[in-house]
C-alpha cells in the first residue's frame, strides 16, 4: 500500500492538490496532518484525511485519526497535545495504547523519519514553512509484508529529497 502524506499548508490550497494531483495514479490514499487552516469541506483538502491542527479552528476536524489498513494501524495526530516539539514519548504511548504500527504527525515543521520498536514515525515536514532545513517537504509511505519505505519530495516540483529517506522492519 502506498500513501501520500502532508502537513502544515497553512493556508495553502492549489498547492495541495497539484501535490495529490502529481502522485493521485500511485497512491491508496491521502493524509494531511494538520494546520491546513481550510474547513473539512474545502474543496482543496477534500483528497485528504487530515486532522485537526494548533492553527484549524473549527470542530469539524478530528484532534486524531485511526486508520486500521491490511499493512497494520495507521495513528494520525497534528503533534501540538503530544509535546513532539519535545520529544516523542507521548506518541510512543499512544501508538502502544492502539497498536500502532505507524505514527503519522506535523507540528513541528521538521522533516523525518525513523523506525522505533517496530513502530514507524513520520513527519512529513511543510510544504508552506518549513523547519531545519529549506526544502518544502511532503512524504510518500509505501507499506508491504511488514516492511516500510518513506520517502520524502519537494513541494514544489516533486524532486526527490533522498537524505530524508528511511526504510526498514516494521
Not at 484549524?56 to 486508520?67: N, S
Not at 503519522?104 to 515543521?109: A, D, E, K, N, T
Request: with cysteine; aromatic share 8%.
Amino acid at each position: 500500500m502506498r500513501f501520500l502524506i502532508v502537513s502544515d499548508s497553512h493556508g495553502l490550497t492549489e498547492e495541495l492538490l497539484e501535490i495529490f494531483n502529481r502522485h493521485e495514479q500511485e497512491i491508496d490514499d491521502a493524509f494531511h496532518c494538520g494546520d491546513s487552516q481550510l474547513a473539512l469541506v474545502d474543496e482543496h483538502l477534500l483528497p485528504y484525511h487530515t486532522v485537526r491542527g494548533n492553527c484549524d479552528f473549527g470542530g469539524d476536524l478530528p484532534l486524531e485519526r485511526i486508520e486500521n489498513t491490511p499493512e497494520g494501524t495507521i495513528l494520525m495526530v497534528h503533534g501540538h497535545h503530544h509535546d513532539v516539539k519535545y520529544d516523542l514519548n507521548r506518541l510512543r504511548y499512544r501508538a502502544e495504547e492502539i497498536g500502532a504500527s505507524v505514527v503519522l504527525f506535523g507540528h513541528s515543521h521538521v522533516a523525518g523519519a525513523l523506525i522505533e520498536d517496530g513502530v514507524l514515525y513520520i513527519n512529513p515536514g511543510s510544504i508552506r514553512m518549513p523547519r531545519g532545513r529549506t526544502d518544502k517537504t511532503y512524504a510518500l509511505l509505501e507499506l508491504g509484508d511488514g516492511a516500510a519505505s518513506v520517502r520524502f519530495y519537494r513541494s514544489e516540483d516533486g524532486s526527490h529529497v533522498s537524505d530524508l529517506d528511511v526504510e526498514g522492519r516494521l
